[in-house]
């Protein structure tokens, strides 16, 4: 009798682990660690068009339009409104479509109410890597930071959208950086802001002094990003496919601890709403690329304030921009008359709220400012419930002022 119980313990233990294994084996070979960002909409059963836009100076943008949901709807104007999503620093537009389920995602939510979705991928991102004239491989092609992305990325991709659609203005959504480009882009009375139909910006970036994210804030003190160029890294990080497809997630789906705790160092110390079994996945596609000067420039942010790239002498600053020291961007440039609505995380350790206060202090048409208390830098986009607390809220106020 007690050969026969030990027989059967044995063989449950064995079971056991046999499933445990197979379940890590499963993890670490799931598909979706190699679809780009056109085969996730397609694996969700929605329809994707890739787009492409050429930049003043010669960079080439990918973006992918959702046009419909699973259901068309039929709207009261001949033309269905647009509303471009624009992803953050060394995110991608995959995250705007990366959930489990289609209620998760915000491309998703838009399109099924009944709006032609466009997803941008800003210059030097996995998916926006071309040059007219420089391969990824030339150092010339990396000489950009988020002042390009404003003034170059930026306005293509709403006039491109604007020739395709025949809509005359562009409903914005941002996050991070995103939100950033917006804010120094729409500038008051400009040709761009008159594109602009409502600003709704999530877990907006400006000036970013009270940043309390000790390993970015280390970074920034440390100088790593000229370190970093100096030895000729222009590109950060180097896009390595087996590292984004299988380490990176490996390591996550084995240890998920080292990534959660990573991740709260970075962006905030409440991981509640972050779907970790999902958190491989994400991280098979982020981080999504960006130029080393880039990552200068938002270290010189945290330090110095919200201004163009110092160039590090008076003689080429005043090359650059005819003064000796970069200028200001002045947030009351920004637009008086588009609608804006900030999302803000109360534990978000990039976007604090001494900065984001500061922000919102100086905006003119502000219709609404919610912050989420439990809420840090990157769960307006991977949050299992950010549907709830922010998405129904962005299609009450597009439905308020787009009338569809």
């Not at 990918?62 to 999503?85: E, H």
């Not at 596609?285 to 010189?300: L, R």
């Not at 400012?369 to 419930?385: L, P, R, V």
Request: net charge negative; aromatic share 12%; glycine share 6%.
């Amino acid at each position: 009798m007690k050969k026969i119980l030990f027989l059967i313990i044995l063989t449950l233990i064995f079971s056991v682990l046999l499933n445990s294994v197979q379940s890590e084996v499963n993890i670490l070979l799931d598909p979706d660690f190699h679809l780009n960002i056109s085969q996730f909409i397609e694996k969700h059963n929605y329809p994707v068009e890739n787009h492409f836009t050429t930049t003043k100076d010669g960079y080439i943008i990918s973006l992918q339009r959702i046009p419909n949901g699973k259901i068309i709807k039929t709207t009261k104007k001949n033309t269905k409104p647009v509303v471009l999503l624009q992803h953050g620093l060394e995110d991608i537009g995959t995250s705007w479509v990366i959930q489990e389920n289609d209620y998760q995602s915000l491309g998703f939510i838009l399109a099924d109410e009944g709006y032609d979705v466009w997803i941008s991928n800003v210059r030097g991102t996995r998916y926006s890597n071309k040059h007219v004239k420089y391969t990824d491989n030339d150092e010339e092609y990396w000489n950009f930071s988020f002042d390009e992305m404003s003034e170059f990325d930026l306005p293509s991709m709403i006039d491109y959208i604007i020739n395709v659609t025949g809509n005359v203005k562009v409903n914005y959504i941002g996050h991070s950086q995103g939100t950033a480009m917006g804010f120094i882009g729409f500038k008051e009375g400009s040709e761009l802001s008159n594109k602009i139909n409502t600003f709704f910006a999530l877990a907006p970036v400006a000036r970013i002094t009270h940043c309390k994210s000790p390993i970015l804030n280390l970074l920034a003190e440390m100088s790593i990003g000229e370190i970093i160029n100096l030895v000729g890294i222009k590109a950060f990080p180097m896009d390595i496919s087996s590292l984004r497809e299988l380490l990176l997630p490996s390591v996550c789906s084995i240890t998920p601890f080292a990534c959660t705790t990573t991740l709260e160092l970075l962006f905030g110390y409440d991981n509640s709403n972050l779907n970790q079994t999902r958190l491989p996945v994400i991280l098979s596609q982020v981080p999504g690329g960006t130029s080393t000067k880039n990552i200068i420039h938002w270290s010189q942010n945290y330090k110095n304030g919200f201004q163009k790239f110092d160039y590090g002498s008076e003689y080429e600053n005043f090359i650059h921009y005819s003064q000796s020291k970069p200028p200001h961007y002045n947030i009351t440039d920004y637009s008086k008359t588009i609608p804006t609505i900030i999302f803000t995380g109360g534990n978000d350790i990039l976007s604090t709220r001494e900065d984001s206060n500061w922000l919102i202090s100086q905006l003119k048409n502000l219709i609404l400012s919610k912050n989420i208390i439990n809420y840090n830098h990157t769960d307006f986009i991977w949050g299992t419930d950010a549907y709830k607390k922010i998405y129904n809220d962005i299609v009450k106020f597009l439905f308020k002022y787009n009338k569809i």
